[in-house]
């Protein structure tokens, strides 16, 4: 009994501080201080602070890090043994594992991804791995005959599936493996869609290959279901706290206390604008490249923009344009003001350098 | 190698390695020592025992270290092969029932397929569909029902199910949900098909190239058999047209389809749409449940078999709750097991060397009776293994201290509820209690089997003999007085008589199990050495099978002093040292904040804790701001700035770890806190 009553407060626990937490938010002590009253820094300065600041606990840092080394021949082994291993603990791991690969890994050959970045094309990474092994295969004499007929082919213009399975190809020795990939944040925004995720595990689970992955977000865990934990990428988890700022994987970040970057809105618009029909962003580049073209104006006329879109053959009557606006709008893409003339006219609320950047980026 | 994207807008940083989605770190060096044989590492230790050897002492270290490591790996392959393959032919045993009557219904469905006669040549290898009849549209299904929402543990059961079918001549092609996506269409699933069957990809997918394939090759005797493993998790839309086109196939290519379902048999009727429905032609098939499994796979791997390897009490416990309460999966168990064998492995590379000594005759017996009153062999096991219910065996006064015996702070969670506080409301004593009421003709059936279960222990085989014996005696006895007796009072009594005497016999089973249990079943961790074979470490177990990021990345930052271990940050109570790591700062500051967290304010408390000790000679140059000189106040914009900068480090860092969501445009003063309590 005892012990589900301590179950029960455990849970119930959790709800209150969940609870008392929502409290404390909604009453009255709500504070109403701004960012904005303490004056924000440029974004550069920031950075170039962050860069020079001294590190704290730098000695004991790098002595938990050379702790870890001890560690090193059991990873090993659990990989051996057909695991993949998901490091987790607060601080960067990327010095750690890329030490650990160059290390202990050296009869294998090893890839690196980074995952904290913005956008990794998992198709590249498999037909580099697909090269390594084939590289390997060859210069040890494993090849076989078939696997000889095949290569005639380059592996950048085979499929996915067919590099997944020369991937998955027989090996002598059931449990070893050739190539080991270490995936930084193997939770980061370049690798979190699901459709990445899927190709992660059914890289994981080719026989030629063992991954070793770091992760850092608290719910990392819902990224993959059972079949995928278990039976594919076959986690072994380890807590391996390192401390170490999060130097690289943080560059992508806003700062809170500086200026909003352009970036950041850039990024939002981009988005917003991909998610929307060719049509609809013919008529975004046309009131942008209007508005980056008339600095000085106050905004795009929307009798102009109509019979630009017209003439373009991007709309075909006044409903279809205002539709488009509708959609912008909404979005908060576009907004109206009047113009000197008192004349309504359209602009887009971002600065011109972010304009420049979000265009760029839906015409690639 | 690497790719050519780049990242673009943010200062790049030095090493050109990070900004670089991929790239290779190096390509594998010689493999010298990976394939020696331990017999081979051994003679070059001898070698280096020479009087040389002080010269190569560090070499001969390094040797022996890989030695060491090949025969663990070697040893680990050895023992975890075979548990593995027990586990397969356990679990492909416990299916073959069904399996052969899933290949029995593939004939008979062929049969009818075929009963019309093949296709002729010229409708075989026309490019359209070739139907004569719309009746011969229909689309044999073998619905298989798993029992079982966790289909990943079926994954194995369908994989099993293709070779049984292949090894019998049938063509088969096991899909999943992946192959019916929407995305992809019915593209999708045909690719996966062809793939399967021609060997080949092809980016133009045409049934038609199936049809011509079927055709060729000499494959006209057999059906193609279409397995998909997990038809709930399929888009219905996909699903429905493949079905559709599969029957309007149906003369050329004599397909079968068998789909598995875990929830309920209506499911494909919820699922497709109804055209698809009307050409199926189903039949069900049902298979064991999960909780069978691991009986069947416990029997086989814990306790059937003399084992070089074995776990505790406690992590046989803690891998039974795991499966009860957590995740109940069968494969996550193995997973288990699995981990555990590699800690075990690592820590006591030399346990192969004992042959195993276990509990398992016994624990047999005991599961024999068990499976009249429905317990679950695993929770037998888990009481068995325990040493304290052991050494308290007779007195049950020792009660209390069982209570917080299988209980450790971090993984109580796992421990579990209803576990028998002592042996009195424990398992074996509900098995025994029911040898007691058993029927006549189960406790025969019982006793039968324990005959075969002991034949290797004579004294006890004696022992059931006898009892086996006595009951066929009274049986004989009964028949007799049966047929004799005439007067309804003698045979009343006669009949009390009998069932005293059966009573007795119950008795005597009891009290032979009871024996049993008390003289043999020795939990393994009350046998000298046993530390050898078996694996105790749950803890260890624990961390490596969950992981727990959301509570041990909130522990690492809220008591970061314990991990750096340094000197300067030993703090006493609740305050906050400004020589703490920042992200721990600002995350113990955090907890003091509701839901919604004010930057500013935080920003501010920020700066109190790290500028502690200078809070009072920043106030006076404060007064004195007007008569600072430049250089100085220089000096406290720098400063300014680098509170900031170190602020804004913290806050970035605790975005990444998802502690922490960003202000929204709504709320753009306030960060949200995402987690409350660990």
Redesign the interface.
């Known amino acids: 009994m ?3 009553d ?2 029960d407060e ?1 849970e119930f ?2 709800s209150r ?2 609870f ?8 009255g002590k ?6 904005s ?2 004056g924000l ?1 440029d974004e ?4 170039a ?2 860069a020079n ?1 001294e590190p ?2 730098e000695k ?2 790098s ?2 890090m050379e702790s870890y080394k001890s560690l090193y ?2 990873w090993v ?2 990989l ?4 993949a291993l ?1 490091m ?4 960067s791991k ?1 010095a750690l594992l ?1 030490d650990f ?2 290390i202990a890994l ?9 995952g904290y ?5 998992i198709k ?2 498999v037909v ?1 791995m697909a ?2 092994l084939w ?2 295969l060859k210069s040890s004499g494993k090849t076989t005959s078939a696997s000889l007929g095949k290569v005639q082919q380059p592996f950048s213009s085979r ?1 996915m ?2 590099l997944l399975s020369f991937l998955n190809g027989s090996r002598k ?1 059931e ?2 493996f ?2 080991c990939l ?1 995936i930084h944040n193997i939770d980061g925004p ?1 690798l979190r869609d699901s459709e990445t995720q ?1 190709y992660l595990a059914q890289i994981a689970s080719c026989s030629h290959i063992r991954i070793v992955a770091s ?7 819902l990224l993959w ?3 995928m934990v ?2 594919q990428f ?6 391996v ?1 390192t ?1 170490a ?14 200026h909003g970057s ?2 950041q809105s850039a990024k939002t618009a981009t988005i917003i604008l991909q998610s929307l029909t060719p049509n609809a962003q013919s008529v975004f580049k046309i009131l942008a490249e209007y508005l980056l073209s008339h600095p000085d104006e106050e905004g795009m006329p929307i009798d102009s923009l109509y019979s630009i879109s017209r003439e373009r053959f991007i709309v075909s009557s006044q409903v279809t344009l205002n539709s488009h606006l509708t959609e912008f709008k909404d979005h908060e893409l576009v907004k109206t003001r009047r113009n000197s003339d008192g004349q309504d006219c359209l602009y887009i609320p971002l600065a011109i350098e972010a304009l420049a ?1 979000t265009i760029s980026e839906i015409s690639q | 190698m690497a790719s050519s994207a780049t990242v673009a807008d943010s200062p790049a940083p030095p090493n050109p390695d990070n900004i670089q989605p991929f790239f290779v770190i190096h390509k594998a060096f010689s493999r010298k020592s990976k394939k020696k044989s331990p017999r081979a590492g051994k003679a070059k230790r001898k070698i280096d025992l020479s009087p040389l050897v002080s010269k190569n002492a560090k070499k001969a270290d390094e040797e022996s270290v890989e030695e060491c490591d090949s025969m663990r790996m070697e040893y680990f392959g050895i023992v975890w092969s075979k548990i593995e393959t027990t586990i397969k032919n356990v679990l492909r045993d416990m299916n073959i029932n069904v399996f052969s009557d899933i290949h029995h219904w593939v004939r008979e469905s062929f049969n009818t397929i075929r009963s019309s006669g093949p296709p002729s040549l010229t409708e075989a290898t026309c490019s359209f569909p070739f139907v004569k009849d719309t009746t011969l549209k229909k689309l044999f299904t073998g619905l298989v029902l798993t029992k079982n929402m966790e289909f990943v543990d079926d994954l194995l059961t369908f994989e099993d199910l293709g070779l049984h079918l292949k090894s019998h001549g049938c063509h088969v092609a096991n899909l999943s949900s992946l192959d019916f996506l929407a995305k992809n269409g019915i593209g999708g699933c045909l690719r996966s098909l062809l793939r399967q069957f021609l060997m080949v990809s092809l980016d133009a997918a045409d049934i038609s190239i199936l049809a011509s394939w079927y055709r060729e090759h000499d494959k006209y005797n057999n059906p193609v058999v279409i397995i998909i493993d997990d038809m709930e998790r399929c888009c219905g839309s996909i699903l429905s047209d493949f079905i559709l086109m599969l029957s309007e196939w149906a003369i050329k290519i004599p397909v079968i389809l068998i789909m598995g379902i875990s929830t309920m048999l209506d499911a494909p009727s919820n699922a497709l749409t109804s055209n698809a429905l009307q050409h199926l032609f189903p039949c069900k098939f049902i298979l064991g449940t999960p909780a069978e499994r691991m009986d069947a796979v416990v029997a086989a791997v814990l306790v059937g078999q003399p084992s070089t390897f074995s776990i505790s009490h406690k992590v046989a416990a803690f891998m039974r709750n795991y499966f009860v309460s957590q995740d109940g999966t069968l494969t996550s168990f193995v997973r288990a097991l699995k981990i555990a064998c590699v800690q075990h492995f690592y820590v006591e590379p030399l346990s192969f060397v004992l042959r195993g000594f276990l509990l398992q005759e016994d624990c047999q017996c005991l599961y024999d009776a068990a499976k009249y009153g429905n317990i679950r062999l695993l929770d037998i096991l888990c009481e068995a293994l325990n040493p304290e219910l052991y050494n308290s065996r007779g007195t049950d006064a020792q009660a209390e201290s069982e209570k917080d015996s299988g209980r450790s702070p971090s993984n109580g969670c796992f421990m579990d509820r209803q576990y028998p506080s002592s042996r009195k409301d424990g398992f074996i004593n509900k098995v025994v209690r029911i040898v007691k009421d058993l029927p006549r003709s189960q406790l025969y059936n019982l006793l039968k089997s324990w005959e075969e279960r002991t034949a290797d222990i004579i004294e006890i085989h004696e022992d059931v003999k006898e009892l086996l014996f006595t009951l066929k005696s009274e049986e004989h006895k009964r028949q007799k007085q049966r047929s004799t007796s005439v007067s309804k009072r003698h045979i009343s009594r006669a009949q009390l008589n009998m069932e005293r005497d059966s009573q007795v016999t119950n008795e005597k089973a009891a009290t032979l199990i009871d024996r049993m249990i008390r003289d043999y079943m020795h939990p393994l961790e009350c046998v000298p050495f046993h530390e050898i074979i078996c694996f105790k470490n749950v803890d260890k177990l624990q961390l490596a099978l969950v992981g727990d990021p959301r509570r041990r990345i909130q522990v690492d930052l809220l008591e970061s002093h314990k991990i750096l271990q340094c000197n300067c940050c030993n703090r006493k109570g609740s305050t906050l040292l400004p020589s703490m790591h920042d992200t721990s700062i600002m995350y113990n500051l955090a907890q003091e904040h509701g839901d919604l967290i004010n930057l500013l304010d935080w920003y501010q408390s920020f700066k109190s804790v790290v500028l502690c000790p200078g809070v009072k000679r920043k106030r006076k140059s404060k007064q004195k701001c007007k008569d600072m000189n430049e250089p100085q106040k220089q000096s406290e914009i720098l400063n300014l700035v680098y509170n900031r900068a170190r602020y804004c480090r913290a806050v970035t860092e605790l975005q990444i770890t998802g502690l922490l969501r960003m202000p929204s445009k709504r709320r753009p003063d306030f960060a949200q806190r995402v987690a409350f309590g660990l």
């Open positions: 005892d012990e589900i301590d179950r455990e626990g959790f501080n969940y008392l937490a929502k409290e404390l938010g909604g009453s709500k504070s109403t201080n701004k960012l009253d303490i820094v550069q300065e920031l950075r602070a962050m600041s704290k606990h004991e840092v002595a938990l021949p059991q082994f659990e051996r043994c057909g695991f998901l987790y603990g607060f601080g990327k890329e690969a160059s050296t009869e294998y050959s090893v890839i690196v991804i980074n970045l913005q956008s990794i094309n590249q990474v580099a090269e390594v590289d390997q499929s599936d067919d020795h449990n070893d050739d190539i270490v370049g899927q992760v850092d977000h608290v719910n990392a865990p279901d059972k079949k278990h039976t076959n986690w072994y988890w380890n807590h706290p401390f700022p999060y130097t690289v994987e943080g560059v992508f970040f806003p700062l809170i206390l500086s352009a970036s950047k």
